[in-house]
């Protein structure tokens, strides 16, 4: 975390620390084997993408400034395997971001890869598989980034507890990938999800008798327990890894005070609930200050669409009451799925903490426009952005840029923008089709860069779909957010320059925009793209390269697919 606004002395006595919070820095070794395993995280058997046979994985534990070493060894067989640190900027390490295509080949079946990089910031963040549909499959889990001793954060508690939430499908990401493809009215969409996650558990309702094997008493599915001592105050860091689903979670009866988000401090505000959306991560205080003779709901709720799933459910258990003993209540439903509002006022509500302010640059050098629309491309549904889908290519950028492989990607820059004054966002496209590329944008390093997020009308009339947007390798002020079409005149005049929070994963709201700002200035390349898994899939994503001259010789381990197999 970056101070500011603080006393010489202070600041002296700060950076002090961290000198020697990094003489002290350790290295944290894991060894993982990724394989597929049968498991029963809602109660019905299927196959599972798992590190050493659990899902979610294992949390990794750092403080910050340490290095983290995780050594993946493939065991599925028949599958690549890359995995992304969601949230890490790997400065000086852009091969270690773990996007195949992007910044290195994928690890092939049988092979081993070890992840090397240092967790710069403390802060709470997630892992997940970064190849095609396999974050769905059960492959992640969470990052706990310790600050360095003699570090006060801006609020106390006693004990702390980590929640990460999901949601979860009974078909393949294999079925769901080829019905994503097919073309025309063989398009299958993936579907609401069967089941909601807490902590990799959750309850499907077995009576509906859907096939397959499913035992409502496997003790993989009974509901993960939060246990909290009466009177004592604890921090919650709650992650969201969803394919597909924005969600609202709340503790029943318990207030919730909003303390960082996305591993900023954020000025302390009060939610009955949370809306969390995939890729974002949140601390929280709760305080255990209710009725202690009882337990209590936690309870995971679908927003923003219209949900098909029930809700997912959790205990929060006050010791001394029988761990058995289910809440007398029914779970929270959360607000209405389509109340836009009021997600957009929490959104709006999180600024950075008074101590903790890092000023974005008053004016940036470059603004790029892009608008998130669905499309057909020769016939095939997709998602696109200033009317290109995206591919990528067989040979991953990084390498191919640093190695002057410039043939292997259409070098023709994409568009900056949109016909922003003319688009009706609140139609269906005129016209539907769209182009497919793999090119990039090549941003100046040093240059600071304005993206204003535009959502749209999809091809289905009076509908438009909230897309949260993740940034790999860096940081991002949050400028401002918008209901309607973004004005370029007007809207800039109200950005936030004041205390815009830092995030590295961001929500764009139904028919509306959301403008963020930051410094090109970590080499590399570096994806940036919807956090639904299957837009993602299907092309809603572009890539950013900044300096990556400035890189010396990249390690030979990342190569081996594309062209890149002939470097040495």
Known sequence: MLLARRPLLLSI???????IASVQAKVHHHKWEITYQFKSPDCLKKLAVTINGQTPGPTIYATEGDTVVVEVKNNLLTENVAIHWHGIRQIGTPWMDGTEGVTQCPILPGETFVYRFVVDQAGTYIYHAHYGMQRSAGLNGMIVVKVPDGFKEPFTYDHEH????????????????????????QFTWVGEPHSLLINGRGKFNCSLNVGGTCNSTNPECAPYMLTVVPGKTYRLRIASVTSLSALNFEIEGHSLTVVEAD????????VKNLNIYSGETYSVILKADQDPNRNYWLASNVVSRK????????????????????????PPMGPLWNDTMYRFNQSVAIHAHSNFIESPPSKSDRVINLLNTQNRVNGVMRWSVNNVSFDLPHTPYLIALKNNLHHVFEQRSPPDTYDVKTYDIFTAPVNPNATRSNSIYKLEFGSVIDVILQNANTLTANNSETHPWHLHGHDFWVLGYGLGKFDPESDPKRYNLKNPILKNTVVVHPLGWTAIRFK??????????????SHFFMGMRIV????VEKLGQLPMFIMGCGESKFEN
């Open 162 to 185: 980590s929640i990460l939430l999901n949601d979860w499908w009974h078909n393949s990401t294999y079925e769901q990938a080829t019905g994503l493809a097919l073309p025309g009215n």
């Open 307 to 330: 949900p098909g799933t029930p809700t997912g459910t959790g205990i929060l258990h006050y010791y001394g009451v029988p761990r058995g003993r289910l809440p007398t209540n029914v």
């Open 544 to 547: 950013f390269e900044e300096g």
């Open 520 to 533: 090109a200035n970590n080499p590399g390349v570096w994806a940036f793209h919807c956090h639904i898994q």
């Open 263 to 270: 591993s900023h401090y954020v000025d302390p505000f009060v």
């Open 13 to 19: 006595i700060f950076a002090y620390s961290l000198l």
